[in-house]
């Protein structure tokens, strides 16, 4: 069995959703070939050729591709799919716009943020918000997966090195054209890359309540922020602090919740953080069922003098 994997990169690094994707994909053995599409990317090429586990590298050094545009990846990857079992790519925006039109041209169900592999044609996935986990098993002569990278361990990146392969597709579609993208530039760390993360909800009152609060917790412990969907919803802090299943699912090893109740779709989002650390003046909160520590009181009193003490 051979496994096409989709890189997650900006045309200047390799991104840590890939090193997930690469150990998923080993499990279902076989070798083991990255996609790199993009323009201007030799050095994520030799990143991912760098990676354990990989037997290969495919480049598509292409104009068309230097903003991963879908449209164009899509017919790119189908056509490889040739020589290829299964197409793996990580739960990340690009890999759920792209997954899903391959699988759609390949004429497949797509298996959609697996969290094991059971068998080659067997693998787990949460449903109903993540409070079940299902076990599917594909017939598909050709699997389409996308890997939720919390669930992964993250391939090395040395030790390997594969022979990097250059290839073609059908370039522009002329379909979409990029216009220009919003991105937020922070000092903190990457949110789903984040090894300590302090998020803060609705119970902050205010934007300037929740940075106020939240910032110099986080400062201190060199921590991502985040935020729970209603404090989002209410402005106290930008979409892409957003944690839950409608957010970003993250797995790091500290998560400081304050002023979350602890809804599903936040929990989907944080609970297999390894230790939670829950601050809520609600004993009765969803949060503290699965929270390590629980600190019961005022956030306002608590944040900073918990703050004071590191």
Known sequence: MSTLVLAE?????LKDATLAAVTAAGQLGGDVHVLVAGHGCAAVASAAAAVAGVAKVLVADDAAHADALPENLAPLISGLMAGYDAFVAPATSRGKNVAPRVAAALDVAQI????SVEAPDT??????AGNAIATVQSSDAKKVITVRGTAFAKAATTGGSAAIEAVSGAGDAGTASFVGAEL???????LTAAKI???????LGSSDKFHEYIDPLADRLGAAVGASRAAVDAGYAPND???GQTGKIVAPELYVAVGISGAIQHLAG????KIIVAINKDEEAPIFQVADVGLVGDLFTLVPELTGKL
């Open 270 to 273: 944080m609970k297999d953080s």
């Open 112 to 115: 959609s943020e697996i969290l």
């Open 9 to 13: 990169h900006d045309n200047a690094e």
């Open 123 to 128: 693998f787990t996935r949460p449903i109903y």
């Open 241 to 243: 602090y957003q944690v």
């Open 184 to 190: 937020t530039k922070s000092a903190r760390p990457e």
């Open 197 to 203: 993360i302090v998020s803060g909800g609705r119970a």
